[in-house]
Every structure is written in C-alpha cells, then in structure tokens.
C-alpha cells in the first residue's frame, strides 16, 4: 500500500517516486508524488487518461511533454497541466535527470498503479518501460484509472481487454498485485 514518504526506486534505470500524498491521505482527491528521472526518452506510449487530470511541476532539469500536437520543454519552476481525455506522454530527454512533482486528480488508484509498476519493473517483467501485452491489458481492465493508448482504437483495446484480460487474470496476471501494495487487484 503506498504510504506518504514511501520512495520506491526503479533498480533498472534508478528512477525514483516518493509518495507526498496518496489517495488515503487525500481521501481520493488526488495523489501527489515528487519523481526524480534518470533515464531517458519515452518509457510509456502516447496515452490518455479517462478521469485524471496530470499535473506536473518541474523543480530542476527540463521534462519534455507531448500535449496538443506540440512538444513542450518545461524548465525548473514551470508548471502544465493535462486534462484527461487528452492525448499526452512525459519523459526526460536529456543526459541528465530531470526532478518534478507530479499531481494525479481525482487519485483513484494511480498511487498503487506506479507502486505496481516499478514493482514488475525491478522484478524483470518489463522491458524498456513495456510491460507486455497481457499484463497492459489486465492492467487497463481491472484498475479505476483508466487509460488508453493514444495511437489504437478504444474500441479495439475494449474488445482485447475483454478477451484477453480475463485470461491472463486466470494466467496469474493482476492489476494490483499483494506482493507489491499489499492487496490484489
């Protein structure tokens, strides 16, 4: 479960998150997390948000932000804000790490979602930020903080999410995994 001033660490690339407020501490409202990026380039394709707003706040380095068509380079002290719905990605483009705040609203389940993921990531079930078809899916399915792949049909992943999901639950694939946050999903 995560926990305000929780940091976990990705031991593949050293990227880190320290929870400074979870959707407990929020009662749902929204997750607030301060993200330290080492590595470099796009670790997750474009995508949107269902019913999140993402609001990122640099405090050093320059985080690159895909949004509106446009690529925008957000130094220490600048702020944006991606309204869900909307088809965005965020990454570190540089040779050196970029340091930001990174807002989730409403919270849902987004805080267990990176605490998820960096999990499978230290655990070797990710390569270069891909966590594999069957496990995306089970993730899309099954978590509250619904997000889509920008560049595929929603009616094509609702029909793979439907199909395939449910398999790979039976398969052992979760959403939330007990190993991770303490609770399955």
Same mark, same amino acid.
């Given at each position: 479960?995560?926990?305000?001033?929780?940091?976990?660490?990705?031991?593949?690339?050293?990227?880190?998150?320290?929870?400074?407020?979870?959707?407990?501490?929020?009662?749902?409202?929204?997750?607030?997390?301060?993200?330290?990026?080492?590595?470099?380039?796009?670790?997750?394709?474009?995508?949107?948000?269902?019913?999140?707003?993402?609001?990122?706040?640099?405090?050093?380095?320059?985080?690159?932000?895909?949004?509106?068509?446009?690529?925008?380079?957000?130094?220490?002290?600048?702020?944006?804000?991606?309204?869900?719905?909307?088809?965005?990605?965020?990454?570190?483009?540089?040779?050196?790490?970029?340091?930001?705040?990174?807002?989730?609203?409403?919270?849902?389940?987004?805080?267990?979602? &990176?605490?998820? *993921?960096? $999990?499978?990531? !230290?655990?070797? +079930?990710?390569?270069? @930020?891909?966590?594999?078809?069957?496990?995306?899916?089970?993730?899309?399915?099954?978590?509250?903080?619904?997000?889509?792949?920008?560049?595929?049909?929603?009616?094509?992943?609702?029909?793979?999410?439907?199909?395939?999901?449910? &398999?790979?639950? *039976?398969? $052992?694939?979760? !959403?939330?995994? +007990?190993?991770?946050? @303490?609770?399955?999903?």
């Amino acid at each position: 479960m995560p926990t305000k001033g929780q940091t976990i660490i990705n031991p593949t690339n050293g990227d880190s998150y320290e929870f400074l407020e979870t959707a407990k501490d929020s009662n749902g409202e929204r997750i607030i997390m301060k993200a330290v990026i080492k590595s470099k380039g796009q670790l997750v394709p474009k995508h949107f948000h269902v019913f999140q707003d993402e609001t990122f706040e640099v405090i050093s380095g320059q985080l690159t932000v895909l949004f509106e068509g446009k690529t925008h380079k957000l130094s220490a002290g600048e702020k944006i804000t991606l309204p869900k719905n909307v088809p965005h990605n965020h990454y570190n483009d540089e040779i050196t790490s970029v340091t930001y705040l990174h807002s989730v609203t409403p919270a849902l389940d987004f805080d267990y979602l &990176i605490e998820n *993921l960096v $999990g499978l990531a !230290a655990d070797g +079930k990710s390569k270069n @930020g891909k966590y594999g078809l069957v496990q995306e899916l089970v993730a899309l399915k099954y978590l509250d903080s619904k997000s889509y792949l920008a560049d595929i049909p929603i009616g094509v992943q609702k029909i793979l999410m439907n199909i395939i999901a449910p &398999i790979g639950r *039976l398969l $052992g694939y979760r !959403a939330i995994y +007990k190993k991770y946050s @303490g609770i399955e999903k």
